[in-house]
């Protein structure tokens, strides 16, 4: 009994041994990842929690958005020139009309019979012309008769006058050959005169064919005025009268709409009209069609204002090719702003010299922020702590920026920041340069 003691005794202190040598290793291999997760916790723990932004372009102001309603380019009244019945009227509101159609008929049968009356006219001038003619031609040989009659006579004189020297004749009969030469003469002179009166005649018949071509024209010009024809390629917006209704001269008939453009009349305070010339482009939304915007242009700036609300009008002529848009639309316009875009950021995001960032450095931006307005160019120059991102290790770097306008809270900045880098915006602690940090669930994500 004694020896199995002895025995148990002495299995027990090996089993103790064995136990004590297996197991010591274990000390080293915990205190080296308790090592780790000490220095991982102390790392999380040193990296300072930040709400960072992507840079991104913009305009520091919102432009102003203009409202107005959508009209024709211009706007046709179809009169009646003439007075008579209508006899017929072809379109009706909505259609569409090209320029030189035949829309309605006048009764023509009185513009018809006094342009059959000033045509009989003109042909009984033109007969008269004839007439006047023919005798113009007999008094021409009329002419050329006497003229031969008197170089026969002026002849006949001279040899008469050759005998009476010769004495071979009376004086008498040599002055009966001088009369009759005169005589001759006298006849060739009469017959030049009745050709030159009956030329002054003839002009006088053709002068009044002219004028009568006038009347005849004229009445045919005033009987196609009985068919009234579209002076322009648009829509009917108003029928005025019907068929049957009994027009004057100046009666409307219809009024038509030019949509081949269309534009807007908007009303811009004086304190914007600086920022628009003639000629501007400007991106016009329709409510009508939402998901499209056009483009268009200024093409009229009023030279007066309304005395009172101090708004000039502005119009502005949209393309319409399709003629898509119709009248009474509302239309928005956003005017081009000739200000380059800029990254702009929020003054919160602008550092102090020393760095810091935090409820403190919020005051003295806002505290910066209110001297700004009063003077915008005091202070030019900021820092911006710029994140870059390896892995999941996070480190901000301060940089130098050039800042310009400050509006709402929001600031330019005119260099020294690109777009899509990304910005701290707030921190929990002051930042340093090569800071290491955490982003916060607040923080803009990169796309």
Sequence with gaps: MQANRKNILITSVLSIGLLSAGCGSLPNESAEAESQRRE???ESDSAVPVDASIARSGMLQKEPEYTGTTTPLRTVSLRSRVEGQLLA???DVGDAVKQGQ?????DDALLRTTQNQAEAELAALKSEVAREEARISNARAEVEKARAQLVQAQADSQRQQQLVKEGAIAQQTAEQARTESLTAAQSLRAAQQT??????????AKGRVVAQQAVVAEAKERRSYSKLTSAVTGVVLEKVTEPGNFLQAGNEVLRLGDFSRVKVVVQVSELELGKIRLGQSVKVRLDAFGNQTYTGQVTRISPAADTTARLIPVEVVIPNSDRKIGSGLLARINFESQTQARVIIPETALQGRDGGTGANQQKQNTTASSSSAQSPNSNRQGTVFVVTQTGDKAMVTARAVTLGERSDGNVEILSGLQPGERFVTRSGKPLK???IVRLSILSEQQS
Excluded: F
Aim: net charge neutral; no cysteine; glycine share 4%.
């Design 195 to 204: 050709v030159r009166t009956e030329q002054q005649a003839l002009a006088a």
């Design 433 to 435: 340069d090569r800071s």
């Design 102 to 106: 035949i829309i309605a008929q006048i």
């Design 40 to 42: 991982g916790k102390e």
């Design 89 to 91: 009227l072809n379109v």
